[in-house]
């Protein structure tokens, strides 16, 4: 089916040299045969193909015209066809008619008589301007014309009678086939019924004309002739049409069978397949919403027509399904499509809900969405479909019709209600700032043979300037069970961990690219054996940065791991692991502060003191004896708090309960009231600045704890 003609006027898969869906060529077969049944019984007449607009028509009378010449040189019918619509008056047509028999008729000498007859009579009645316009004649013979009909018989009855004559002569039938009449204007239309009617009413000369006749009652009843009068219109046309041929229903089988044979063929023209899944969903898409707006053959034609033209380099980058709605939504409803980027943080979840929608019942929901789309012109019959296709693309349309809502599982099949996917949809490709599908992968494979490559280094590009989308695409893997290069990613990530450029995103701004890579870190170090942890945390934690990321994680898993069983020991196993993983990224972050024991608190770095406070995740021991050492070499304790505890955590405690675990695994709770006593024990004094103010409030958040916590109130 790869061979589907998608972009030409012939109905879609419905050519000559392909199957015969719709019963086109047995239907043609029958017209052909009536039309010899009408020759048998008279020397001229008017046949009309009736057919409502898109059902076929133009396949019927393009397999009679190839039916027809095939056997024209074995005695039969001669084909000449007339486009109506390039001329604006009966002269210009009438001579053109007779100039599309005259050039139906064969070339060789037995027929000369008969194109010069036909060639007379249609110079005869039509005014001279048109005969110079139709026949291209130069000033010369534009002359010679004048001269002829001046000396000549130009009566038209004597070109008509000689003509008449030729044409019995001849003694082949000429069928002159005209489609479409139902789209001339009034004057137009009347002009061609005038001309098949009188004029052209010559021996064996026959008529096969084509028209919707809901369309074409309409605008005759707009014509001067007919007046407002259906059933005048009717009788009119009774009195023009001999024999009525009326297209044979496009039944739903019909159509299922041409949209499952032209889906076939998109498919196989880009190398794609369904899966079990996909065939779900899209036969609960076309069963439910579409099959109802696809009755036509056109219709389906121009679908799948655009489907084709514009799934190009999205093979593969997106859910076909998902773009098979799309496409339908912008080839049949193309406001109600323009509506889905309007609405892009709505429909992929990622606005802010106004307070007026936070407690907003589904039918609201659903009432707004019918307004929206009334205002972008979908027809009331055609609303619920539409919010229906909706509501299979984008979770919160899903939701407010009473559905689950999984914007995991949408983002998993790169749907158009993901944020990381919905651009694709609506620029028909991969944009700039996106990775495909392919480089995405190929990237992964280079991580996991550590073998360099471009899309190697593009995607750790992205891993550091658009953090959050990549890392939730490296997680969309993950929960799909794609085998990841889980070591390759978190050493990328430790490199980079300092670094990151992307902007906070989510509501308010809380979801910083630190904390993506924190939670992909977290799922990558749980994805490895145990006995390989160790060693992958180390490596990370050979520059600061990537120390801090390997802390963080290793607190992150054994957290976890401890809350799955929290009854349960932990097996030797795990604990040879993480004890021997605290060991080395302590070793790593002890390496790394050693210039700063020999600088004053106030000389630590923004890095260093994020060094300190990940150190608590390691070996406590060593850190609080490390810190301890420097209070006795010259740190002031209470300028570390002040440089530990910035004075911006409002509207924060300067110390809740949880900094004050992370201060006693830093330093220890009591040896650091052993080191402040004499403040602690000394009533607060006005501060004189704010540094002073900042740090009377940490001793008197010491002074409540040491008071709760005191043996007297035991």
């Known amino acids: 089916m790869a061979d589907a003609r998608f972009f030409n006027d012939e109905p879609f898969l419905d050519h000559e040299e392909g199957p015969d869906l719709l019963g086109h060529g047995q239907y043609a077969q029958h017209v052909i045969s009536l039309l010899d049944r009408v020759r048998a019984q008279t020397e001229t007449g008017v046949l009309a193909l009736i057919g409502p607009w898109g059902s076929g028509k133009s396949s019927?009378?393009?397999k009679v015209t190839r039916r027809l010449r095939e056997t024209a040189n074995d005695g039969g019918w001669l084909v000449a066809e007339l486009n109506p619509w390039l001329y604006s008056d009966l002269e210009s047509l009438t001579l053109a008619l007779f100039s599309e028999i005259r050039e139906a008729l064969p070339k060789d000498g037995r027929w000369s008589e008969a194109r010069e007859k036909i060639g007379g009579f249609g110079k005869a009645i039509s005014p001279l301007g048109k005969v110079t316009a139709l026949f291209g004649l130069d000033s010369e013979g534009l002359i010679q014309e004048v001269s002829n009909r001046i000396s000549g018989d130009t009566s038209a009855s004597a070109a008509k009678h000689k003509a008449e004559e030729a044409l019995r002569k001849a003694g082949h039938p000429v069928l002159v086939i005209m489609d479409d009449l139902d789209r001339l204007t009034p004057e137009e239309l009347?002009?061609?019924f005038k001309l098949v009617r009188l004029v052209g009413h010559l021996p064996n000369v026959y008529y096969l004309i084509s028209f919707d006749e809901r369309t074409l009652l309409d605008v005759l009843q707009r014509s001067e002739l007919v007046g407002n009068s259906e059933p005048r219109a009717r009788d009119f046309l009774e009195k023009i049409i001999q024999v009525r041929l009326d297209l044979p229903a496009f039944r739903e089988r019909d159509a299922?069978?041409?949209?499952?044979?032209?889906?076939?063929?998109?498919?196989a023209s880009h190398s794609l397949t369904l899966t079990p899944g996909e065939q779900q969903r899209l036969s609960e898409a076309y069963y439910r919403y579409l099959q109802v707006r696809l009755r036509t053959p056109r219709a389906i034609k121009r679908f799948f027509g655009q489907v084709d033209a514009t799934l190009g380099q999205l093979t593969g980058n997106v859910d076909i399904v998902d773009f098979l709605i799309v496409t339908f939504l912008r080839t049949s409803e193309p406001r109600a499509y323009q509506l889905l980027w309007q609405h892009r943080a709505e429909l992929t979840g990622t606005s802010m809900d106004l307070p007026s929608r936070r407690d907003e019942r589904p039918e609201q929901g659903i009432e707004r969405w019918r307004t929206r789309l009334q205002g972008a012109g979908v027809a009331e019959q055609h609303l619920d479909g539409v919010i229906g296709l909706m509501g299979m693309l984008f979770a919160p349309v899903r939701q407010a019709l009473g559905h689950g809502i999984n914007f995991q599982a949408i983002a998993r099949r790169r749907g158009i209600g993901s944020i990381d996917y919905f651009d694709r949809y609506m620029v028909f490709g991969v944009p700039d700032d996106d990775l495909p599908e392919h480089t995405f992968d190929t990237a992964l494979q280079q991580l996991a043979d550590d073998t360099p490559g471009t899309e190697a280094d593009e995607l750790l590009l992205r891993l550091r300037d658009d953090t959050q989308r990549i890392t939730r695409r490296i997680g969309y893997k993950r929960a799909a069970g794609a085998p990841l290069p889980a070591a390759a990613l978190l050493k990328a990530a430790a490199s980079h961990y300092g670094h990151l450029t992307a902007a906070p995103q989510g509501a308010l701004g809380l979801f910083t690219a630190d904390r993506?890579?924190?939670f992909l870190a977290k799922d990558l170090l749980a994805d490895l054996a145990e006995p390989d942890r160790p060693s992958i945390l180390k490596t990370m934690a050979e520059t600061p940065d990537g120390a801090?990321?390997?802390?963080?994680?290793?607190?992150?898993?054994?957290?976890r791991d401890d809350s799955d069983a929290p009854d349960r020991p932990q097996a030797a196993a795990t604990l040879d692991w993480i004890g021997e993983a605290r060991s080395l990224i302590s070793h790593e972050i002890t390496r790394h502060l050693t210039p700063a024991a020999s600088r004053p608190v106030h000389g630590l770095t923004e890095l260093e003191i994020t060094l300190i406070w990940a150190w608590r995740h390691t070996e406590s021991e060593v850190c609080r004896t490390w810190i301890n050492q420097r209070f006795d070499q010259g740190w002031n304790p209470l300028d570390l708090l002040a440089t530990?505890?910035?004075?911006?955590?409002?509207?924060?405690?300067v110390i809740d309960d949880a900094t004050l675990q992370s201060l006693d695994a830093l330093i220890g709770l009591e040896a650091l009231y052993s080191r402040l006593r004499p403040l602690l024990d000394t009533p607060a004094a006005a501060p004189a600045d704010p540094r002073e103010e900042h740090q009377q409030g940490i001793l008197q958040a010491l002074r409540q704890h040491r008071a709760r916590n005191s043996?007297?109130?035991s």
Request: hydrophobic share 50%; aromatic share 0%; glycine share 2%.
């Open 190 to 192: 009347l002009v061609v």
């Open 516 to 518: 993506a890579m924190d």
């Open 644 to 653: 530990l505890l910035p004075p911006d955590r409002t509207p924060l405690p």
């Open 60 to 62: 019927v009378l393009g």
């Open 711 to 713: 043996p007297s109130n």
């Open 256 to 267: 299922d069978t041409l949209v499952d044979r032209s889906l076939t063929a998109v498919l």
């Open 548 to 559: 801090v990321l390997a802390a963080r994680t290793l607190q992150r898993v054994t957290s």
